[in-house]
């Protein structure tokens, strides 16, 4: 009897410690070995020390014990304070640029899915939010649908210098530089990754040609680098034509603008970008 009483209680021990969430903070390398040693999807959690929606994800579910048992299962966690990305390069990689960013990454260290904020001011809210983008991830792996575009690798060459600079906080003042202006005129593999990445993290800042050329190839890019990240993509390019022509008071571009708005993003959005910039275009002109 006593010793059925010890493999019940070691039974215990085993599931529980199967479903509680290995949470490793900042150390990509170390959370990538032990998903794939546990053949777990990786969960990074981009924050910023400074994000308040960051803290609520934090303090609401992955500190939650409930919960987080429950995303054990299937997840490793990486939290990963994307300002300090100067060992990993995830930050770079991954064009983060808005807090809490959630990227969902397969064994091997392939991107299954990606989110931008979880939305939700309670607990019930936030939590939907976070179980629909890992379920949908979970169906994502069992489909072997990774999104070709993202390498398993971190090459920090592939990335230009004032790109570089400019995540690491080491130049603010980097859509200034002579090389900024310069790499935008030269040739490049335009669906590659380094180029994928840094486009669209700078996309408002662009010159207008580079817009055009996206969306001519939108639908490849959908298909390397998923459809979360190609509409971002556009909407912010989007934004810059409009600042554009408002700069230059010209009408000509502000109906180049209005034409992409249609073409690249849905319906609605389209005519409430245009409705917005149009009352600021207007001003700009009366001064």
């Not at 890992?134 to 993202?150: A, Q, V």
């Amino acid at each position: 009897m006593k010793n059925w009483i010890i493999i019940l209680l070691l039974l215990i021990s085993s599931v529980g410690y199967s479903q509680k969430l290995t949470i490793i903070e900042q150390d990509y390398e170390k959370a990538r070995k032990i998903a794939l040693k546990e053949n777990k999807l990786l969960f990074i959690d981009f924050y910023t020390t400074w994000c308040a929606p960051c803290k609520k994800l934090d303090k609401l579910i992955f500190q939650n014990d409930t919960i987080s048992a429950k995303i054990g299962k299937n997840f490793v966690l990486l939290r990963y304070d994307a300002e300090q990305d100067k060992t990993h390069n995830l930050s770079k990689k991954h064009h983060v640029n808005s807090y809490p960013t959630g990227i969902i990454l397969n064994s091997k260290g392939f991107v299954l899915n990606r989110k931008y904020g979880f939305a939700g001011d309670d607990l019930k809210e936030l939590n939907k939010s976070v179980f629909e983008f890992i379920t949908e991830s979970i169906n994502l792996n069992k489909r072997n649908k990774i999104l070709k575009g993202y390498s398993d690798k971190i090459e920090i060459s592939k990335y230009p210098a004032f790109y570089i600079d400019f995540v690491n906080r080491d130049d603010k003042k980097a859509t200034s530089r002579s090389d900024f202006k310069e790499y935008w005129n030269k040739k490049h593999d335009i669906l590659s990754e380094g180029y994928f990445s840094t486009l669209v993290y700078f996309a408002n800042k662009l010159p207008t040609n580079i817009a055009d050329n996206f969306l001519k190839k939108k639908s490849t890019y959908i298909e390397l680098y998923g459809e979360t990240d190609v509409s971002v993509a556009l909407l912010f390019l989007t934004f810059g034509k409009f600042e554009d022509a408002i700069e230059n008071k010209s009408q000509s571009k502000f109906d180049l603008a209005s034409k992409f708005a249609k073409e690249a993003l849905e319906e609605e959005h389209a005519n409430y970008n245009i409705k917005m910039f149009k009352e600021e275009f207007d001003k700009k002109k009366s001064e």
